[in-house]
């Protein structure tokens, strides 16, 4: 019989593989298939499984296995407490998004995992390496012998854990594998002074004794993912790996106990068994050489975020009762009143309520050019106070900081699969069996074809072969790439959600603004009110508009309440308030309709405008500015003028879009003048005004029914539609929350420069994610065929399987090393 069930948690190849060999083996399944893009198996038993069995075999993962129709939700793994997260994740994403509780090593490639940077910095403890007893909060020097306090083990990353756990294996292995190594090499020497010590079997032996710690304590790490690997047949590096060295070495062990049961040509001049025991310990402590700068390599793919974290300060003044105390930033509640001091760091974020400064940001947005910052601005975590003091008020405290978001959001995109990576997926999916093939031809075509003795070149570059190939440099390719990218961004004021956005910006031909806030400042300004009715004077018109405007959200409402408040305008009840996106708002005042808002809410409203009030209004829109009309009872009695200033980087950020022959379309719900008015500054060509939140949507919908790769720029709840249905979503940090949770990409400084940063950057990471592809590629295509003897008529050049675990450790080093160079890389 044959049922049909349903896979949740899959994103790869590598999960299906991983699913169907867990399915195959249940007792009484004669055959399961997993589909990936259908998220299916179908699976074949002799007699009727309940869905519970499959259920419990896939428990111990992250996948779930359920009849169709029926919907489970993925179980969320637990945090650990203490340094870090808590989450771990495979570098390589062989499981997607899938996250460890614990560290380890990836169930798929075996590689070590990852941490997530730390969102919430610590403040120690650190104690003396000679007087443990020492613990101080923050770094500095023992009071009793004056060495340099470290972190305490608790304190350390599991990151860090991990490369003092393999250098110490390191370490380990070299002391032993050294000597080994200087015996088997003696034998190069002439009149060898080794041999008039002890004779060449006794050497063996001692060869063999050292071996032994190297093999099951210093590299048995390497066995174990071998033999999980094959149990999983989930085959990764350590599977060439393992079965290379452990062929060697055990070739080595019977040739020590066992000489007479192998032919002539694999014994040396004295009678004994050429042994392979330096080849195998060199070739293992080389990878774990390899593993360790690995590791040491891939801690510096995040640590653009990492530096950033650091930024936030250990301390902080807070104000209680007019007193000033210095508490740890654990500490600060919401709420809490902190003094910042010239040149200190800004602790938490909030608002500036006494003083003000020029701050850096630069950390933040990646603008070298300090900041003024006046009382009701807001101050971020990290930034740097300049030569004032100023009392801020806490808003937002740990992981709610903007330092603890962007890693957040980096966390989240450095584990995000880019669409180029399922080319290597696909290579990788083959690359292993392909290689042991390779391996088998090599071992016969040199037995039958080789010189003498034939036995023992075949078994070396076998080996050779299986020890130089490296499907880890393929899998790391794009990962290391985009973490490495997103940490740039993060540094440059770009938020970058997910690694698609980042390839996807890369590939967009149209990019849609908006104007407010987005082209402009957003920091409207009141210019004048004015009335057009007797029975209403300017100061009652403001304070109907501003009565109305009180209730509403929008930008320009804000400017309007503040203007009020300047006049010392009373506001007046307000009841029955509705806002309707792109035209306006309506209330009820002293029992009267009032309705403020553009010439489409007018219009809806059936609301008359004389000709006279129509043409004044339509010249001050030509110049630009935005006029909301204000209507009580059906007759429109004035308006208001707000401006609101073109950003100073607009017009250079748009001529660069248009030199990369990117066409750019403005979409506002502003009036047509002040469109046409911004665009004639800008010398834009396209542009749409007067556009609803729904319009805009359709106009995405529209270009990408056309073929356009549409990229959308806003700030605003009108345009959240849009921003989601884009190809590509860019908010300007200065805008709304929704628009941020909309958009793929978020521009910290919310400039439209930050687009022309963020398209160079996704420019720069797609070409390194091509340039190591095409070294993986390059590098397995030719080091195979050359540690299987392709030289060797022509050149009689062989490869040792040692240069060919050196060539290898080195070659995922090197993938990393490439990516690592996006960190200098300039985007401005």
Excluded at 544 to 569: D, F, Q, R, W
Excluded at 684 to 706: G, I, S
Excluded at 760 to 784: C, D, P, R, T
Aim: charged share 20%; hydrophobic share 40%; net charge positive.
């Amino acid at each position: 019989m044959k049922h049909t069930y349903t896979i949740t948690g899959m994103t790869c190849n590598g999960c299906r593989s991983h699913v169907e060999n867990i399915l195959n083996s249940v007792d009484g399944v004669q055959k399961a298939s997993v589909y990936l893009d259908k998220g299916e198996a179908i699976i074949q038993m002799e007699n009727h499984i309940s869905v519970e069995v499959f259920q419990e075999s896939l428990k111990e993962t992250h996948y779930q296995i359920h009849l169709p129709g029926i919907k489970k939700t993925a179980p969320k793994n637990p945090k650990l407490k203490g340094k870090g997260t808590g989450v771990f994740y495979c570098p390589m994403h062989c499981e997607g998004e899938k996250t460890y509780n614990k560290p380890g090593d990836c169930s798929v490639c075996g590689m070590d995992l990852v941490e997530e940077i730390n969102t919430i910095t610590s403040t120690g403890p650190y104690t003396c390496p000679i007087h443990p007893d020492i613990i101080k909060e923050k770094p500095g020097s023992c009071p009793i012998c004056g060495m340099d306090l470290t972190p305490n083990d608790a304190n350390l990353s599991a990151e860090q854990k991990t490369y003092n756990k393999l250098a110490k294996k390191l370490w380990f292995s070299i002391a032993f594998t050294l000597p080994i190594f200087i015996i088997a090499m003696s034998e190069m020497i002439p009149d060898n002074p080794l041999y008039k010590i002890l004779d060449l079997k006794y050497w063996n032996w001692i060869q063999f004794t050292l071996s032994i710690p190297v093999i099951f304590y210093g590299t048995w790490i390497f066995f174990e993912r071998a033999y999980k690997s094959i149990k999983t047949w989930n085959l990764n590096m350590f599977t060439l790996i393992g079965i290379g060295a452990g062929i060697a070495w055990s070739f080595s062990v019977f040739a020590l106990f066992l000489p007479d049961i192998f032919p002539s040509q694999f014994k040396t001049e004295s009678g004994t068994v050429h042994v392979y025991f330096e080849a195998a310990t060199v070739i293992l402590t080389l990878v774990l050489l390899g593993q360790l700068l690995e590791a040491k390599a891939h801690s510096k793919t995040n640590s653009a975020v990492k530096e950033l974290l650091k930024l936030a300060p250990n301390k902080a003044i807070r104000i209680v009762d007019g007193n000033e105390e210095e508490i740890l930033i654990e500490k600060i509640h919401k709420g809490d009143l902190l003094r910042v001091k010239p040149g200190d760091k800004i602790p938490v974020d909030g608002n500036i309520i006494e003083g003000e400064s020029s701050v850096d940001e630069s950390m933040i947005t990646g603008e070298p050019i300090p900041v003024l910052k006046k009382i009701n601005d807001t101050v971020n975590a990290g930034t740097i106070n300049g030569k004032q003091s100023f009392v801020m008020k806490a808003e937002k405290i740990g992981s709610d900081t903007l330092l603890s978001q962007i890693a957040q959001m980096v966390n989240q995109a450095s584990r995000s699969k880019a669409p180029i990576q399922k080319l290597a997926d696909k290579i990788s999916e083959y690359f292993v069996p392909v290689v042991v093939i390779i391996s088998v031809i090599t071992f016969l075509i040199w037995i039958i074809f080789g010189p003498e003795p034939s036995s023992v070149y075949a078994l070396v570059n076998a080996i050779a072969v299986l020890i130089i190939a490296c499907p880890c440099a393929l899998g790391l390719a794009t990962p290391m790439s985009v973490m490495v990218g997103v940490g740039k961004g993060a540094k440059s004021g770009i938020l970058i959600k997910n690694a698609e956005a980042l390839e996807r910006l890369n590939k967009i031909n149209t990019l849609i603004i908006d104007k407010t806030g987005t082209i402009t400042e957003g920091k409207p300004s009141v210019e004048k009110v004015e009335s057009a009715n007797n029975n209403f004077n300017t100061n009652r018109v403001l304070q109907y508009i501003i009565s109305l405007n009180k209730l509403s959200e929008h930008p320009l409402a804000e400017a309007t309440v503040n203007y009020g408040k300047s006049k010392n305008i009373t506001f007046l009840e307000t009841k029955n308030f509705v806002s309707l996106a792109g035209k306006g708002v309506i209330g009820i005042i002293n029992n009267e309709k009032v309705v403020l808002g553009n010439h489409k809410l007018m219009e809806s409203e059936n609301i008359s405008i004389t000709g006279t009030l129509q043409s004044t209004i339509h010249q001050i829109q030509k110049q630009g500015k935005t006029v909301p009309i204000l209507a009580v009872n059906g007759h429109a009695i004035g308006f208001i003028v707000i401006s609101d200033k073109i950003k100073k980087s607009s017009k250079k950020a748009i001529d660069i879009l248009q030199l990369k022959g990117i066409k750019i379309i403005m979409l506002t719900g502003d009036n047509k003048d002040s469109a046409k008015a911004v665009t004639d500054t800008l010398k834009l060509k396209h542009f749409k005004a007067e556009m609803l939140p729904e319009q805009k949507l359709q106009e995405v919908e529209n270009l990408q029914k056309q073929g356009k790769i549409v990229a959308m720029a806003g700030d605003g709840i009108n345009d959240a539609p849009a921003l989601a249905k884009s190809d590509v979503g860019i908010a300007m940090g200065t805008g709304t929350d929704i628009a941020i949770e909309s958009a793929s990409i978020t521009l910290v400084k919310g400039d439209l420069h930050g687009i022309v940063k963020a398209h160079n950057l996704s420019e720069k990471v797609m070409k390194n994610i091509k340039q190591n592809l095409f070294f993986a590629l390059f590098y397995n295509s030719i080091g195979v065929p050359i540690a299987a003897g392709i030289l060797y008529p022509f050149f009689g050049i062989l490869l040792s399987p040692m240069i060919a675990a050196l060539a290898m450790s080195f070659s995922s080093v090197s993938v990393i090393t490439n990516a690592l160079r996006l960190k200098n890389t300039q985007i401005n």
